[in-house]
């Protein structure tokens, strides 16, 4: 038996320095390209950089270190706690929408029926529309004066809301645009997830007399959940990192309703030059994300089911 663990031990070894070659480039990228960054962004959360010194200069740290009073003024302060709960807040309407709507185009796009593959394709083109371009037009959509969502709502006798100017619309309208820009890719993921299942699954189904309904809770639901857990992961990842439709469309208000952590983080770098808070800011954001996915990663063993 030893001799067994040690041979496979050094068949490993030996595979590890034969691939060591073909590795070394991937590995001085990394370095360079995110693990030194990342040291480098540390070391800036920890000073008072404006970003306009030079930041090798001599004498640097003794002149810009402040140790920990980023961290602690931004955990002491209120603008924080009212961010993460405006990331929240979208996160809780944003997710759960997404994923009904990207789940019920799937499903109508896994029928073999004539033309699916043009409906496809539609589905998939505000995927790739930039989001300057998508927010911009969204923008003039929403508009309170001259919009059309509103001029569709007096069609009906409707007074719309001041979406974009109204500090309770103004997050549900991102959300709005948002799930209208995703859904497409995350519908695309689930398409896969579901042309994969086995039909004989609901073939059998069929045949103990289940309704489309039961066939979808009791077959397609749970063999989708590796699926669903992929998408619930970046989806999340992504709700955290929320920025280009907050500053196109609403630069954080109105009355900083919409301020989310990135958009702090942008605004406090390049506005207002206070890198080393910034990149504290950055950090929080990180050490957020790492406990939430570590979280879903723990908890999926409850839901997800990888048998079929």
């Known amino acids: 038996m030893k001799s067994e663990k040690s041979r496979g031990r050094r068949l490993n070894e030996r595979s590890f320095f034969s691939a060591s070659p073909f590795l070394t480039a991937s590995l001085i990228g990394f370095a360079i390209f995110y693990f030194v960054p990342m040291v480098i962004s540390v070391v800036i959360s920890l000073t008072d950089w404006n970003g306009l010194d030079r930041l090798l200069a001599p004498g640097?740290?003794?002149e810009h270190f402040i140790g920990l009073d980023n961290y602690k003024a931004i955990l002491t302060?209120?603008?924080f706690w009212k961010v993460l709960k405006n990331t929240l807040v979208y996160i809780v309407l944003y997710i759960p929408l997404m994923l009904m709507v990207s789940t019920a185009i799937a499903?109508?796009?896994s029928r073999q029926r004539r033309g699916v593959g043009v409906f496809r394709v539609l589905y998939y083109i505000p995927v790739l529309t930039s989001w300057v371009a998508a927010s911009l037009i969204w923008k003039s959509l929403l508009s309170p004066q001259y919009g059309a969502m509103n001029g569709i709502l007096a069609i009906f006798?409707?007074?719309g809301p001041g979406w974009l100017t109204d500090e309770k619309w103004a997050m549900p309208a991102i959300v709005l645009v948002s799930v209208w820009k995703d859904m497409g890719f995350f519908g695309l993921i689930l398409l896969s997830g579901m042309v994969g299942i086995d039909r004989t699954y609901y073939e059998a189904a069929e045949i103990d007399?289940?309704?489309p309904w039961t066939r979808f809770l009791k077959i397609t639901l749970p063999l989708l959940t590796p699926s669903l857990f992929y998408v619930l992961i970046v989806s999340l990842i992504n709700s955290f990192q929320l920025f280009p439709q907050i500053m196109i469309m609403t630069d954080g208000g109105p009355n900083g309703s919409t301020q989310?952590?990135?958009?702090r983080i942008y605004k406090y770098g390049f506005r207002y030059y206070r890198m080393g808070y910034a990149a504290a800011f950055s950090w929080l954001l990180f050490v957020i994300i790492m406990a939430c996915t570590g979280l879903q990663m723990k908890l999926q063993?409850?839901?997800v089911n990888y048998d079929a």
């Open 157 to 159: 006798g409707i007074e």
């Open 60 to 62: 640097f740290m003794a």
């Open 107 to 109: 499903a109508l796009l």
């Open 77 to 79: 302060g209120t603008e």
């Open 260 to 263: 989310v952590m990135v958009e």
């Open 301 to 303: 063993k409850r839901w």
């Open 209 to 211: 007399g289940a309704g």
